[in-house]
């Protein structure tokens, strides 16, 4: 099973030493084998993304091109591939999702436009430095049944999230809301017209390097198998 990593990789980032060991357990679960590949975002627009059983969009944006990421993003979202995407992932899936579809093309990200009409990506209001908290998943969400839970704690390693100003519109449908924080703040999304289009601010997969499981990672290799 081949897996791609959209990302510029870089061994500092604690998500990227954690991400193919989550592969891995979750892959052993099924009996599976698992080849995961780094995308540098620089060069994905030129690569056949065809190839991948499925896509992860994963932490340490600014990357070093935006338009490879949502490249990327978009391919899976228009073709059904398994998609998901973890802070910088959720992040640049809601950008691609409010220029591709709701048709805002000055939509982007106020780390890199911070002056931008349309920053549908702001700065937190209190940014997640390696912080924890519970996040409240909403009832039949692939969260929620990938983690057999309403809610479960939550790493981050943030300092941006959806602006409060496009939230509604955003999550209007088909792209919906699929966990919020203690403070009501949108945490996590997903597309309600495709197989597995998941997307979380805060990063699941640091929760492997302590030996525990990452539910969402063993939901989203099981749907690359049954894709």
Known sequence: MRIGLIGDHSASVVAHRAIPVALQRAAEERELVVEPEWLATEEVESMRLASFDGLWCVPGSPY??????????????????????????????VIEYAQDVLGWRDATHAETTP???????SPLTCGL?????????????????AYGALEAGAEYLCRYGVNPEFREALVAGPLREAAIDEGGDLRAVELDVHPFFVATLFQPERAVLRGKRVPIVSAFIAACADA
């Open 64 to 93: 070093k091109s935006m338009a490879g990421a949502l490249a990327a993003i978009r391919h899976a979202r228009e073709n059904g591939v398994p998609f998901l995407g973890t802070c910088g992932g959720f992040q640049h899936a």
């Open 129 to 145: 430095l390696d912080s924890e908290g519970l996040v409240r998943f909403v009832p039949n969400s692939k969260l929620a049944t």
């Open 115 to 121: 002056d931008a009409a349309r920053n549908v990506i």
